[in-house]
């Protein structure tokens, strides 16, 4: 309960911000719908016409404020219609209809999970590359940081169009940007932990004649598994990011890239809402899953989770 308290709290401070800035975000086209249904008149004066019309009309009506929270397009949905549309397209639609965030999950989630294990996979021979090869470490390890300076919406459309030109096409784009994204935390991670055997502990091991293979598995490997762990759960967050990044330059039909431009295109902030706090609960289930089986895998080797 003490650990809970904290996160309720930044989640409540989060929650009562986003509720007090509807009514600004939310008071001129609430204003402007009134005075077109005739509920409110504004005065005839030009000059201060505009300025009145947004916030004078919305502060002196009551039921002017209670309305910026039940727009239909608003700049700023509230807490509740965000709910609402969530409820709506994953409850209450099949999981095999387009309209359903479910069906859009999954896509956007099998390409991120193929980019993380490609990723993933290529972090980890890269920093076993590194710690072990003087000339990896001095020409990889550099590449591998300048290679995370370059804007992923600038070398998406770059990938997608490349492999495109060569006929691949669908899930494999996607992967290779979530995999662009999730190798580089894994490489310093591992890096990390295969080098944090300190002095003695090595010194031990040559000791007793151990070869550099015995050093890594009995040793190097095991004391990297809490950096792996925490590579994990940062690379798996970025892998969604980058899968949800390439679905955006290719016009893509399905997943929660797609309906984030769908609520773009046709004015329907519900919809980008919905599919932004569906891509969140998403990369924060992947994580609470990586977290879980960093618990269960550190209890078995007999040491415990930070």
């Known amino acids: 309960m003490k650990s809970l308290l904290p996160v309720l709290t930044v989640v409540g401070a989060i929650l009562l911000f986003w509720i007090v800035s509807v009514v600004p975000m939310n008071m001129h086209l609430t204003a402007d719908q009134a005075q077109r249904e005739g509920l409110v008149v504004s005065p005839d004066t030009p000059a201060v016409r505009q300025e009145y019309s947004g916030i004078g009309l919305t502060l002196q009506n009551p039921g002017l404020m209670v309305r910026t929270y039940t727009l239909e397009r608003p700049r700023l949905p509230s807490p509740h219609q965000v709910a609402g549309e969530l409820w709506n397209t994953i409850a209450l639609q099949n999981v095999t209809s387009r309209r359903s965030l479910v069906y859009h999950g999954w896509v956007t989630l099998s390409a991120t999970l193929l980019g993380f294990a490609i990723g993933t996979g290529l972090g980890i021979l890269l920093a076993v590359g590194i710690v072990y090869n003087r000339a990896m470490d001095m020409s990889v390890m550099p590449w591998a940081i300048a290679s995370q300076t370059i804007p992923i919406l600038a070398l998406a459309p770059m990938i997608i169009v490349m492999l495109g030109s060569i006929g691949i096409q669908g899930l494999f784009p996607k992967a290779v940007i979530s995999a662009y994204l999730s190798f580089f935390p894994v490489v310093v991670g591992m890096v990390k932990g295969l080098r944090s055997p300190d002095a003695m502990q090595m010194d031990l091991l040559r000791t007793y004649y151990a070869s550099p293979a015995q050093a890594f598995w009995k040793l190097r490997l095991p004391a990297s598994v809490p950096y792996l762990f925490a590579s994990l ?49 998403t990369a924060a289930a992947l994580v609470g899953f990586f977290s879980l089986m960093e618990r269960w895998t550190l209890r078995r080797m007999g040491m415990q989770a930070a």
């Open 233 to 281: 759960k940062i690379g798996i967050s970025a892998s969604l990011v980058g899968a949800i990044v390439a679905e955006l330059p290719t016009g893509a039909r399905a997943g929660f890239g797609a309906r984030m431009l769908v609520g773009d295109q046709y004015g329907q902030p519900l919809v980008t809402w919905a599919a932004l706090f569906a891509a969140a609960i």
